[in-house]
């Protein structure tokens, strides 16, 4: 069964990048499944940040589009997501999350605070 | 982007009751071409990410008790727990991913009576 461990940093500054990285294991990160993030504060609710397959095709949301990268690092067995030019609105938990139909594996959740 | 919006923002079910809590898309999320709605529901305790329950908006997920059911097509979904356990407390949020963004409905906040 596909288990997702997330790893990153709690703290970052204003205008900084977040970088979280999300380690996939009883499975492969070359599987079936695409890899998306997804945040959740308490005055947005949950947002979809974007996605990734293990051919490198990225499907970003558009509110985020200009600050987002995803990549694959299948030598790892893992996955990224790198936010840029943070602000104070940035900050939530960030979830990875496994979608083969809809999201069926998730990450423990890393708490992100902007500051 | 497809607006996803639930009703009601919190429930109080006593145990052994059921609960129904609706969802309703901006616009429809059924897929003619294969008959298939895309729409899922998650449960989420205190503290925890969101767990898949159903997905095509009416299948269960493996390991999912059978008291919880999803129903509904095109814009219009309702989940519902037949017989309310106090490990169903939690808060339930729908999810369309019938087109990127994939979006949310804001939750609602399950509670026992």
């Known amino acids: 069964q596909v288990q997702l461990q997330q790893s990153g940093p709690g703290l970052v500054k204003p205008s900084g990048t977040l970088s979280l990285t999300c380690a996939v294991s009883?499975?492969?990160?070359?599987?079936?499944?695409?890899w998306s993030w997804v945040r959740q504060s308490p005055g947005k609710g949950l947002e979809w940040i974007g996605e990734?397959?293990?051919?490198?095709?990225?499907n970003y949301n558009p509110s985020l589009k200009n600050r987002v990268t995803m990549s694959v690092d299948k030598s790892k067995n893992q996955f990224s997501l790198n936010l840029n030019s943070l602000t104070a609105a940035d900050t939530a938990v960030y979830y990875c999350?496994?979608?083969?139909?809809?999201?069926?594996?998730w990450g423990q959740g890393t708490t992100v605070t902007v500051s | 982007d497809i607006v996803m919006t639930q009703s009601p923002d919190s429930l109080a079910v006593s145990l052994g009751e059921r609960a129904t809590i609706n969802c309703k898309s901006s616009?429809?999320?059924?897929?003619?071409?294969?008959?298939?709605?895309?729409l899922a529901w998650y449960q989420q305790k205190l503290g925890h990410p969101p767990e898949l329950l159903i997905y095509?908006?009416?299948t269960r997920e493996s390991g999912v008790p059978d008291r919880f059911t999803g129903s509904g097509s095109g814009t219009d979904f309702t989940l519902t727990i037949s017989s309310l356990q106090a490990a169903d407390v939690a808060v339930y949020y729908c999810?369309?991913?019938?087109?990127?963004?994939?979006?949310f409905g804001q939750g609602t906040k399950l509670e026992i009576k």
């Open positions: 095509w908006a009416s």
């Open positions: 999810q369309q991913y019938y087109s990127s963004p994939y979006t």
């Open positions: 009883g499975g492969s990160v070359s599987g079936s499944h695409w």
């Open positions: 999350a496994g979608m083969l139909v809809a999201m069926d594996v």
């Open positions: 990734i397959y293990l051919s490198g095709g990225t």
């Open positions: 616009r429809s999320v059924l897929n003619t071409s294969n008959n298939k709605n895309y």
